[in-house]
């Protein structure tokens, strides 16, 4: 009797770490569409009308390697270290643990206030710049645009670590939806200003809407006494957590070291790369990569704040729930990273020319996106499996890990100058691989180390069904654009391509579903939208 309860409560609380994933992925999945998909479209009217290959070194490089230098290095320490507090563990009141956290999400805006003045005084002294120079302009607004978004973040923390995903859907929907209307305008107005300043005014739109929209919805509508948002008091600065204080000193640490294996390609095309190469790779790493921040960036967010929550309670078959969840995450990311690897280079070049125009598909980029398409799946991967090890590690482990952190980026470094010169944004794209194969290598060892006397996890189990007519459809589209697309007659042969592509991924499709049925119904409940789908599967596995 005994037995059957205790495996009812493990069943009851894996299936509500899973429906918990589900739900916290489905919202940053939205988030990311909605913030993704607008640059989009937006990006493919400027690029094919406004922008010439080599201004977008400007747009898709300098500008945005600017902003994620500063926002990281100010934020990604206290973000990772105050998501990992179970809010509702040691019994005290919700405002007592939101004072908590808020004493050190707070120390992200004098953090930020330095990095930015840092960091605008670097480019200013490297480049030579004065005040009056349009660059020095727009690094100026750029840096006051992100001390704006700083001023949202301990406000951002609070709301993930209560869970309140539809504020963020909405907040970071609109706030890019104003960025991007700020661009269009002001492209399209053709007004007499610098494009540099054009870049810094829409991302001060960004940084301003994320601002009111925390700002106003906590001060506005949420039950909260100021002095738990606001826990500046003198007898409040006396309480800090320890703990929390060593994590938030640790990630900071592992934050210098993930920004240089993160932008470490970014440093490399501007010290090495022509502005051809910076636009060309800048291109594709914002054409490649909308597939990481759509899908794999929320999912890595919420893997690991699922993973963060399992780790932190004292639950007894927690090894348990924590195999099952990274199996069903690693699986997933697999699958998601081998479709691309399977249609993305034999229509990359189709893509390129049907959004962006021939100027941009007959160089190099068409080339470096094919590439891209194998990387993205060692980019998931490593996500996923860093996600687990920063959720579950323990101080002194993380500790120890930042030796072969350090030892991989020096690695890295040296691949990208090597492969830049020699192969320009192919040699990028194949140095990253090299990079995150590695980081995969560390993050395997320390998984299979936690696991080691548990069997609630293998490797092996990871790998989703349909991996072999994925490997088919691949080698069927490759043959398809070696024989039938032409580019100079690309209207007319292009349709017969893209038929056998479609033929190709629907029965992919078909197949993965038939045998991932549970997996992907508990991500993307189908079975709702689409419950004639079961009924066919049904019906083939019994005619077998």
Known sequence: MSNSSSSSDTKSS???????FSRTFKYLLATQLCS???????????????????DFALYGVQFP??????????????RRACLRQDMKSDGSSTEENIAKIMKFAWLVLPCGIIITTAASGFVFWWKGLSFSDPYGKGILITGSACILELLAEPLYILSQNLLLLKLRLAVETAATFFRCITTAILFGMRVDM???????????AYGMCLFLGYWVY????????????????????????GELLKMCELFALQSCVKLILQEGQNFVLLQWATYYNQAVYGFVDNLGSLVVRMVFLPFEESTYATFARSASGKDPDKDKRLGS????????????GLIFMAFGPSYSYSLIRLVYGQKWSDGEASTALGYYCFYIIVLAMNGTSEAFVHAVAKKNQLLWSNLPSVLITIIYVVLNILLVNSAGAVGLILANSLNMILRIIYSGAFIKHYFQDSSSFSFYKCLPEGWKVLLFS???????????LDRKNFWATFIVHFTIGVACFCTSAFVIYRHERSLINRIIPINKIFPSINRIVRFRDHSD
Do not use: H, W
Not at 65 to 78: A, K, T, Y
Not at 194 to 204: D, H, P, R, V
Not at 220 to 240: I, M, T, V
């Open 14 to 20: 894996s299936d509500a770490s899973s429906s918990d």
């Open 36 to 54: 993704r998909g607008i640059p989009f479209i937006v990006n493919a009217v400027i690029l094919r009308n406004f922008l010439k290959v080599e």
């Open 325 to 336: 969840s990274l199996t069903e995450a690693l699986k997933l990311v697999m699958l998601i």
């Open 474 to 484: 691949g080698i069927t589209t490759i043959i398809s654009e070696r024989i039938f």
């Open 194 to 204: 610098e494009k540099e300043i054009i870049f810094a005014l829409s991302q001060t």
């Open 218 to 241: 906590f001060l506005r509508f949420r039950p909260y006494r100021s002095s738990a948002l606001f826990p500046f008091r003198a007898k409040d600065k006396k309480n800090y957590d």
């Open 65 to 78: 390697l600017f902003v994620n230098c500063v926002l990281f290095l100010s934020r990604e320490g206290f």
